[in-house]
């Protein structure tokens, strides 16, 4: 398997503009979370899903986040409008929980607001 | 909630030295914890786990961890550093019934001189 595959890698966009960034979850695992890594407040998780569910989105800062899983393999995570103070480093991770598996992250999206 | 407390935003070592990189954690029930490593760039790896059983937990790179329940702590620790160990450490720890939600700690950078 190749691992959690995240696209774009990189993202430059002007504040305003509408981001989607991508995440494909490693095939059989069931749990997919998106999380924020900025040097002020380190890894936040943002939203994690379970068996396509969300479960908890309380880490979403505002309502211009949403993140979706139209099935069982991927995830998008969009920000409508976008905002400076929304430049950082995104990742999403996928696990069996259920099989006690860790999580394994992709290779983040860096997104700069511009 | 859940929380992790890494002390130490960064910790120097001269290689062949032992390291120890610390980690304290605060959780309602039994704690699952994690030891994950980022290198520039990149994003988070496995590095170890424990789960439940023997209080030391051995992982990739000779990397190993002890679990002590009474100090609530899972520091890292390798009995001699490499350069290529530097890097970032993160702490991580869940409870069974949260779905694999990984809580983070701070992180930890890692520093090994010749």
């Known amino acids: 398997d190749a691992g959690v595959i995240q696209s774009p890698r990189h993202e430059v966009t002007e504040m305003g503009q509408e981001v989607t960034l991508r995440c494909k979850l490693i095939?059989?695992?069931?749990?997919l979370f998106w999380y924020r890594q900025t040097m002020m407040r380190g890894l936040e998780l943002l939203i994690y899903?379970?068996?396509?569910?969300?479960?908890?989105d309380s880490g979403m800062p505002e309502d211009r986040f949403s993140a979706k899983m139209p099935n069982a393999s991927f995830s998008t995570l969009k920000i409508q409008p976008s905002e400076p103070r929304d430049s950082a480093v995104y990742f999403c991770?996928?696990?069996?929980?259920?099989?006690?598996?860790?999580?394994?992250f992709g290779q983040g999206t860096r997104l700069t607001v511009v | 909630a859940q929380s992790v407390a890494q002390p130490e935003d960064q910790v120097n070592v001269a290689e062949g030295n032992p390291l120890t990189v610390k980690c304290t954690y605060s959780?309602?029930?039994?704690?699952?914890l994690f030891w994950y490593v980022q290198y520039p760039n990149r994003g988070l790896q496995f590095l170890l786990k424990?789960?439940?059983?023997?209080?030391l937990v051995k992982g990739s790179y000779g990397f190993e961890a002890e679990f002590n329940k009474s100090q609530t702590s899972f520091h890292l620790k390798k009995p001699s550093a490499l350069v290529s160990d530097s890097a970032l450490y993160f702490c991580?720890?869940?409870?069974?019934?949260?779905?694999?939600?990984?809580?983070f700690g701070q992180g930890t950078e890692l520093s090994v001189k010749p």
């Open positions: 991770a996928s696990s069996a929980w259920d099989r006690n598996t860790e999580a394994f």
């Open positions: 095939s059989g695992h069931n749990s």
């Open positions: 899903f379970n068996n396509n569910v969300p479960i908890d």
């Open positions: 959780v309602s029930g039994n704690p699952y």
């Open positions: 424990y789960i439940t059983g023997d209080n």
């Open positions: 991580a720890v869940t409870i069974y019934n949260q779905g694999g939600k990984l809580i």
